[in-house]
Nanobody, 124 residues
Framework: QVQLVESGGGLVQAGGSLRLSCAASGRTANSYNMGWFRQVPGKERECVAAVSWSGGSTYYADSVKDRFTISRDNAKNTVYLLMRSLRPEDTAVYYC?????????????????WGQGTQVTISS
């Protein structure tokens, strides 16, 4: 069992930056592959970034490539999402998720554990 708690969301002007954190608890929390997803009302939840348990493999959605960076500190059981050059269309609730496995996962149905989400709002 893994519990996930996101933090770091807020209101930022376009062009600004935010860093989201996801603290994982559980006996083997640092062995899970992690993903950051976002969702806006009326749309499906989408994966914006994912990282393997070792940090050696990553995935980025095209819409955030070169602007967002996912990283993890396994000693702290924490995954980060650094978001730069933010745009109004990045406004969403951001969720972190965890899955046990051997690769980077990008689909909602592949993930076993979810955090409660943190709101990110980008003003124009």
């Amino acid at each position: 069992q893994v519990q996930l708690v996101e933090s770091g969301g807020g209101l930022v002007q376009a062009g600004g930056s935010l860093r989201l954190s996801c603290a994982a608890s559980g006996r083997t929390a640092n062995s899970y592959n992690m993903g950051w997803f976002r969702q806006v009302p009326g749309k499906e939840r989408e994966c914006v970034a994912a990282v393997s348990w070792s940090g050696g493999s990553t995935y980025y959605a095209d819409s955030v490539k070169d602007r967002f960076t996912i990283s993890r500190d396994n000693a702290k059981n924490t995954v980060y999402l650094l978001m730069r050059s933010l745009r109004p269309e990045d406004t969403a609730v951001y969720y972190c998720a965890a899955v046990w496995g051997s690769r980077v996962y990008t689909e909602v149905h592949e993930y076993h554990y979810w955090g409660q989400g943190t709101q990110v709002t980008i003003s124009s």
